[in-house]
């Protein structure tokens, strides 16, 4: 942890926190138009100097007010040559989403122009602004707490729907309210067995007993709620893992391209997580998925003593959902049966593919006979039957994931999972204890070692990896 | 603002004397303070306005209680005087919250109050290298060459001028005092003694600004006067420990000879009389400024803020051996007398009672404790310590925690050593003084075990092992404490041990054990610590299954117990203590300049600057200081220490 610490205060020492810095604050590539963002106490006066408003109407740009813009041109002063022709807006400290004086150019998005604005500026005295400056900067002005801080990355990076729902909900503090309401629960409980413990001889004890029993069933229950969403809310920032597995022939290919062609691709031809496998990216009802083919399977001729290899085999037990293709026909049915077995999966759905072929009714039978309990699908890449059956029980399995309401936030952070996971952990032993006839300081203990779990979540208490890899994650421009 | 030379010009005045050290007030924290740098070896003056109240007990006649009794454990396991005086003035000894665990098990004694006086004016006689004179200080006298002003001596009422080195006020409630009983309001002291008059002044001089804070005590009465049969009647423990570790195999009291207190409730008439009588109350009409204690309300405070609560537990204490007073706890009021005779008329058994004291509310100046350094001296007055009430704390207990720090650590200064700085892992001392200095106070601080975070391990059974060895490097221990500290402690980790090894097999004398105690019989082989472990055994109750046991004192069987049957909940506790430690470890130089520190909010810059934490985690704790700004503080100072570095490569 500390080593982490380091790197990262050191990555950061490189910079004065203060100085102005610049980045281009839309996304990489080729665009319409680009935003170029400066943040820093006198950012105005920077660009003043290259800035030729169109009109004599516009004042300088440290004398224009906050929240307002000008028209004008960025005049290079070394070649007397236009750049571009951009609309600059001033934002005034605090009122910026940095919290310090803030100037945005709106510049035409070619990469040469955009390049050339960055240049300009940084020969003004403005400094290349690191990934993740401007939230860091937002977070360290008090803009962002730092669950919102985190949110913003999340909210960058959401490559879908639902994700993008999610982290806009985190944004907009309501995983912090939520988790301060569960804190101020906490607060109560402690402070009624402290009343007991520091007024011994005002005995209430029973009163807080009863109170103290309901109040922890409570809190755990709201606090397992949010932990068992991490399933899912991991699933909106990393991807939920499909593989499709089987022996050699069964289709797999056919089916990874059928998907990434009826699906929007978010991504194509993703080296795999390795060399043996292929993957897509592709989004089904907003859930990001990783279509993953173990295409090195297939290529070999022995395929139980491929599966053996540990690389494949944990590309499998990873999965958040394994489709086994099975082809006709039915000759091999025993030897996917095997391996089906030895893998003992909980998230694998036989499917039989090339539906099209005549003897598929055959081998349907024989696999129900095999598995009585399953429901097995089928799908044909030709007649592009089934495909809207896997997409469903992606969408399913995704959906039976979450045992909790369908408002709440869901947790996506591995770090919030870590401090949801302590705090659970000390209400648990807590209400053990209190049933186990511990001695209450001991329940207090647990009580507030919980309290210290989600202070540290939301912030509230600053270990010292707070500034930890946090805003190193972010992109450049945010 | 006045030097040595310059007071001594004046008519009348005349140089009485030099010492290292001068102490300021004969209270609780006085004593620590006077005793702690006698023994060290500094020349030791303590001065009292009125030397038959040497630690004196104005208030309640007791001396622990939750967190209190933790208090003088760790006082007593640092070489303080308060648990050994206690020890021999106890008339009555209870340990509170027996059922709810170690961590708060608080000793607590009614103490005989003159006699306690008695001791404690004794000790302070008798001990080398210091002098108890009576006499008022009404100036400090300080050199104010160069830019930090330096305590160079003091001036008494009498024109008497004393030069010293050091200087710790431990001046109570005495500053401008004020007594209220109702539409009464005269300049006094506690127990009708003078109020200190032009101190205050001398303070404000310095530059140190002053706060008004309020507390008060109940009417005494004559027990002759009290009919007991309606009360409950609370006897003292049939085995009373000791506060002292000196005395925790032999505790001087005589458990047969422990006076009893008594209880009784308010009634409907009480809440008729004081709503009565309300406007005449000086709490709720305004005449009364200081801020006064929540947790240690008034009467008539309770009825107002608490209008639900249809009674309220009034609690009899007697005030020693030899009198008949008794102590009127949870009756704290500021009513004119008239109404306070018929409010305490309507308690049962009380109808016909006849006060000696009247209750009162007393007002005084102290200082703003976010103006002193950890060690207790006043930032920017070299020589300058302060301690007790004047720092905003309320308490006897709390007085002498900091009156023992104060006196070792103008020691120390004056010997050029590190000063002793108690973390709030280490001590309920230090976790009092990391919130008065890093906090501040509003009202008159109580401590409470609430208040500290690791009170796992801040017990009261091992603030010898927390504490002596620091004691003890110190000075503050002596070798026949020392060696008895050592041989205790051995003694505990050598059973610990042995109850880790020592298997217990099942049958029928087992099964017959675990059946009487009420948990279930072994299935297997246990070691006597696995048994520990279960809530419903205890040390003792083993014996019969473990007939080779070493005879250990109940102190030590206790300690034993207690490390077992915790571990678990003790380790828990100490890893979130080292996470702390980390913080507190991140120190932050005094040469700091916050005004160069670009980032910080105004409001952080601000507080941070004018109380100066010692480490990353003493700021995190000032309020106003928000998590982001203390991400902005590490990295300024990673990014000194890189400079330093690069500045040593250069």
Redesign the interface.
């Known amino acids: 942890m500390n080593g982490d610490y380091q790197t990262v205060?050191?990555t950061?020492?490189t910079s004065q926190?203060?100085e102005i810095c610049v980045a281009v604050a839309t996304p990489p590539g080729q665009s319409g138009i680009a935003v170029i963002r400066l943040s820093g106490k006198g950012a105005a006066e920077l660009i003043d100097p290259v800035f030729k408003p169109v009109s004599k109407r516009f004042p300088p740009v440290f004398s224009m007010p906050g929240y307002t813009c000008a028209v004008g041109k960025i005049i290079s002063p070394v070649t007397g040559e236009l750049i571009d022709q951009v609309v600059l807006t001033r934002f005034t400290a605090p009122h910026s989403y940095t919290g310090e004086e803030v100037i945005e150019l709106s510049c035409h998005g070619s990469l040469a122009i955009k390049q050339s604005l960055i240049d300009l500026i940084l020969s003004l005295g403005a400094r290349a602004a690191e990934p993740g400056e401007f939230t860091k900067r937002a977070?360290?002005?008090?803009k962002l707490d730092?669950i919102q801080a985190e949110a913003v990355i999340d909210l960058i990076q959401a490559e879908t729907d639902r994700s993008a729902r999610n982290a806009a909900a985190l944004l907009q503090g309501d995983l912090s309210q939520q988790m301060m309401f569960i804190s101020d629960n906490l607060y109560q409980l402690l402070a009624s067995i402290?009343l007991?413990?520091?007024?011994?001889?005002?005995d209430e004890s029973d009163t807080v007993s009863a109170q103290l029993a309901a109040g922890l069933d409570l809190i755990e229950q709201k606090i397992n709620r949010y932990v068992q969403g991490f399933s899912q809310g991991r699933i909106l920032t990393e991807g939920m893992t499909v593989v499709l597995a089987g022996r050699p022939n069964a289709g797999k290919s056919s089916l990874l391209n059928a998907l990434a062609n009826t699906e929007r691709a978010i991504v194509t031809d993703v080296p795999g997580t390795t060399r043996d496998t292929i993957e897509i990216k592709i989004d089904i009802d907003g859930i990001p998925v990783h279509l993953v083919d173990t295409a090195g399977v297939r290529e070999t001729e022995d395929t139980v003593e491929k599966l053996g290899v540990a690389r494949t085999r944990d590309v499998l037990q990873s999965a958040d959902l394994v489709f086994w293709l099975i082809a006709p026909p039915v000759d091999h049915l025993q030897e996917d049966q095997t391996i089906m077995e030895q893998l003992q999966l909980q998230s694998l759905v036989p499917l039989v593919s090339k539906d099209d072929l005549n003897e598929s009714l055959a081998l349907r039978q024989a696999i129900e006979a095999c598995w009585p309990d399953q429901t097995i699908m089928t799908c044909s890449v030709l007649t592009g039957e089934g495909l809207d059956a896997i997409r469903k029980k992606v969408i399913e399995t995704y959906e039976s994931l979450g045992a909790q309401a369908q408002n709440d936030v869901l947790l996506t952070n591995s770090r919030h999972k870590a401090c949801l996971d302590s705090a659970l952990l000390s209400v648990r032993k807590a209400r053990e204890a209190l049933h186990?006839?511990?001695?209450?300081?001991?329940i207090?203990?647990?009580v507030?070692?919980s309290l210290?779990a989600l202070a540290e979540l939301t912030?509230?208490?600053?270990?010292?990896t707070?500034?930890d890899t946090i805003f190193s994650r972010f992109c450049v421009g945010k | 603002m006045k030097n040595v030379t310059a007071a001594l010009s004046a008519s009348g005045a005349y140089l009485a004397g030099e010492y290292d050290i001068i102490v300021i007030g004969t209270g609780h924290a006085g004593c620590e303070a006077a005793l702690a740098s006698a023994r060290l070896g500094r020349q030791t003056l303590i001065l009292g306005m009125n030397l038959d109240t040497v630690a004196n007990m104005p208030c309640n006649p007791n001396i622990g209680g939750?967190?209190k009794g933790q208090l003088v454990r760790e006082i007593d396991a640092l070489g303080g005087e308060m648990g050994r005086a206690a020890d021999r003035a106890m008339i009555q000894f209870r340990m509170?919250?027996a059922?709810?665990?170690?961590?708060?098990l608080?000793p607590r004694a009614q103490i005989d109050r003159r006699l306690y006086q008695q001791i404690m004016k004794e000790t302070l006689e008798k001990t080398e290298r210091l002098d108890v004179r009576q006499g008022e200080v009404i100036e400090l006298l300080v050199d104010a060459d160069g830019h930090e002003l330096r305590i160079e001596g003091v001036r008494l009422r009498t024109e008497a001028i004393y030069r010293c080195k050091s200087v710790i006020l431990a001046t109570g409630t005495f500053l401008e005092s004020r007594i209220i009983i109702g539409d009464c309001q005269y300049s006094g002291g506690p127990d009708s003694q003078f109020a200190a008059h032009g101190l205050s002044e001398s303070l404000r001089d310095l530059g140190l600004l002053l706060q008004r804070f309020k507390t008060g005590t109940p009417a005494r009465i004559n027990r002759r006067s009290v009919d007991f049969t309606p009360m409950e009647q609370q006897d003292g423990d049939p085995i009373p420990f000791a506060f002292s570790y000196e005395n925790e195999e032999n505790p001087p009291i005589n458990p047969d000879e422990q006076i009893p207190c008594y209880l009784t409730w308010t009634t409907p008439q009480t809440r008729a009389v004081i709503e009565q009588n309300l406007d005449r109350s000086p709490l709720l009409s305004g005449v009364i400024e200081g801020v006064g204690p929540r947790y240690c309300p008034s009467i008539e405070d309770k009825y107002v803020k608490f209008p639900d609560k249809e009674r309220h537990?009034i609690?009899l204490e007697p005030m020693g051996r030899n009198t008949e007073e008794m102590y009127l706890q949870g009756l704290s009021s500021s009513m004119p007398e008239d109404v306070q005779l018929i409010m305490v008329r309507s308690l049962p058994g009380l109808q016909s009672a006849r006060i000696m004291r009247s209750a009162y509310a007393i007002e005084y100046d102290c200082l703003d404790p976010r103006l002193l350094q950890m060690s207790l001296e006043v930032r920017g007055i070299t020589g300058l310590f302060s301690a007790g009430q004047i720092n905003g704390t309320s308490g006897y207990e709390e007085a002498a925690g900091q009156g023992l720090i104060a006196g070792i650590n103008a020691v120390r200064k004056l010997n050029d050593e590190e000063p002793v700085i108690l973390d709030r892992s280490q001590a309920y001392i230090g976790v009092l003084i990391d919130d008065l200095i890093t906090k501040g106070t509003t009202e008159p601080y109580r401590m409470?075990?609430?208040r500290a975070?690791y009170?796992?391990v801040l017990r009261q059974d091992n603030a010898d092992a927390r504490l002596t060895p620091i004691g003890r490097s110190v000075g503050l221990i002596d070798q026949a404490r020392w060696d008895h500290f050592q041989i205790k402690q051995e003694r505990i980790q050598t059973e610990i041990e042995r109850c880790r090894n020592i298997r217990i097999r099942p049958s029928a004398e087992s099964d017959a054990v675990m059946r009487s105690l009420g948990t279930v019989p072994l299935r297997q082989p246990a070691s006597l610590a696995d048994l520990l472990k279960r809530?419903?055994i205890h040390y003792e109750d083993l014996e019969v299954l473990d007939p080779d046991r070493p005879s250990l004192s109940r102190v030590e069987q206790t300690a034993v117990e207690v490390s077992i049957k915790?571990e678990g909940?003790i380790r828990?506790?100490e890893e979130?203590i080292g996470?702390f430690r980390?913080?507190e470890r991140?120190s932050i130089p005094d040469s700091i300049d916050y005004r160069l520190i670009?980032?910080l909010?105004i409001e952080a810059q601000q507080k941070l600057s004018r109380q100066r934490p010692i480490s990353?985690g003493q700021a995190?704790r000032i309020s106003g200081v928000?998590?982001?700004d203390?991400?902005?503080l590490?990295?300024y100072l990673?990014?000194l220490k890189?400079d330093d570095e690069e500045g040593k490569r250069g």
Do not use: C
């Not at chain 1, 977070?139 to 008090?142: A, P, Q, S, T, Y």
């Not at chain 1, 186990?436 to 001991?442: C, H, L, M, R």
């Open positions: 205060l050191d950061n020492l926190d203060h977070f360290l002005n008090g730092l402290e007991v413990l520091e007024y011994p001889e005002h186990g006839g511990i001695t209450w300081d001991i207090a203990s647990l507030r070692g210290d912030g509230d208490a600053v270990s010292d707070l500034v | 939750t967190a509170l919250n059922s709810r665990g170690p961590a708060v608080s537990q609690f409470m075990t609430a975070e009170r796992l809530p419903e915790y909940y828990l506790e979130r996470q980390k913080l991140k670009k980032g909010r990353i995190k928000s998590p982001a203390l991400a902005v590490l990295i990673q990014s890189r």
